[in-house]
């Protein structure tokens, strides 16, 4: 049988509730699923205001646009990640000012901050690569002493914690993805998370195409109209409705999620003590949601010889990210060809994992097996 690299999954209510949605007929944006959701996510992370998106690229879009974002203004980010973390600020005309990451979180270098900032410099925003957070007290202090908005792509890091706060909740604001792939899903989907106050109003406005219907359906106002920009950023309460049964049910996702990782680390624990590979690092201050398990090899070669060798086996890695700022678009965006080399380096060197909450331990028994035996016979 096959392993595939990443497989949905249903862990509770999600076609029944799906269902009550239909039958109750309100299946638009925010009906009472998105309500239950927000009050969820606000509760459960200590959020202030939590607004579901129909993506994470879609928050990221409305942080954009909250910023006010102008041409020729600069953000800060790693060029180690997706590409919805650039494109949504440099949808307004920003610049992209790529920042090297650390060899062992492979999140910002936040010693790197500092330097790429100049009195364009708008936004910071920190990727919690792999639900690890980054160095948020250092990030948050230099944003602060320069007058920057932090948005952090916490895409990869709901319900992990740093220094006891979760992700997403540290920065002026957060986004979350509910995408197939990560750890809480409804195929598509995210959220946008306010923790500066002054944004929350104008957030609701920009995510209902720049009109004040929130305010009219909490009766607020008695007419709602055309109040400054905005697009269509609501999901359908068939994916709210699925959402929420996955958030029934975090702990245990959670916690099957701590099993997956705990099994290929002590699996792989021989071939690192050898050398061979590395496997993650997860600092003290972070409470990781184990998004994913990657291994970085010696070389390029090395990574693509074992993906190669696994995907004859029916087994599906993957790797990423093709830098940012070594693609066509971060090119022309940034404008001028600085070196990244931890970005490089990791880039060719990284593979990831299968990791999904039906994964068995006897499929992860057959990764680990077929990553020893590509090492014992390549030596
Ligand atoms: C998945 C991901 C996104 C995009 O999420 P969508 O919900 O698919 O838009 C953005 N940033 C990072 C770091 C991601 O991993």
């Not at 650390?102 to 919690?128: M, S």
């Not at 792939?181 to 406005?205: D, P, Q």
């Amino acid at each position: 049988m096959p392993i595939p690299f990443n497989k949905p999954f249903i862990v509770g209510k999600e076609l029944y509730y799906i269902a009550q949605a239909v039958l109750e007929g309100h299946i638009a944006g925010d009906g009472s699923f998105t309500r239950k959701c927000h009050a969820l996510l606000e509760k459960k992370f200590n959020a202030s205001k939590v607004l579901l998106t129909h993506s994470c690229t879609a928050a990221l879009e409305i942080a954009a646009l909250l910023c006010d974002i102008q041409p020729g203004d600069e953000v800060i980010l790693p060029s180690f990640t997706f590409v919805s973390t650039a494109n949504a600020f440099c949808l307004r005309g920003a610049k992209p000012v790529f920042v090297d990451i650390r060899p062992d979180t492979l999140n910002i270098n936040e010693k790197l901050i500092e330097e790429a900032i100049t009195d364009r410099t708008k936004v910071i925003v920190p990727v919690h690569y792999a639900g690890v957070g980054c160095e948020m007290e250092t990030i948050m202090e230099i944003a602060g002493r320069h007058g920057l908005f932090v948005v952090e792509d916490a895409a990869q890091g709901v319900s992990s914690q740093y220094k006891g706060k979760y992700l997403g909740t540290i920065g002026d604001l957060g986004t979350y993805s509910f995408h197939e792939t990560k750890n809480f899903i409804s195929g598509e989907g995210g959220a946008l998370v306010i923790n500066n106050e002054r944004f929350i109003e104008r957030a609701e406005i920009i995510r209902e195409k720049g009109t004040d219907r929130s305010k009219f359906f909490r009766g607020e106002v008695d007419k709602y109209t055309w109040v400054d920009l905005g697009s269509s950023y609501l999901p359908s309460e068939i994916v709210a409705a699925f959402l929420y049964a996955q958030l029934e049910h975090i702990d245990t996702i959670n916690q099957r999620r701590q099993e997956i990782f705990n099994y290929y680390q002590q699996g792989l624990q021989p071939l690192a003590g050898q050398g061979l590979l590395q496997i993650p690092h997860i600092p003290p201050a972070c409470n990781c949601n184990n998004h994913l398990f990657y291994i970085l090899l010696p070389d390029e070669q090395t990574r693509d010889g074992l993906m190669a060798h696994l995907k004859n086996k029916g087994i599906y890695a993957v790797f990423h990210y093709l830098p940012l700022h070594l693609s066509k678009m971060g090119k022309i965006l940034a404008n001028e060809s600085k070196r990244l080399p931890i970005t490089e380096s990791i880039s060719k060197r990284l593979l990831r994992l299968p990791c999904y909450y039906e994964l068995t331990a006897a499929e992860q028994e057959c990764v680990v097996k077929e990553i020893e035996y590509y090492f014992s016979y390549n030596e």
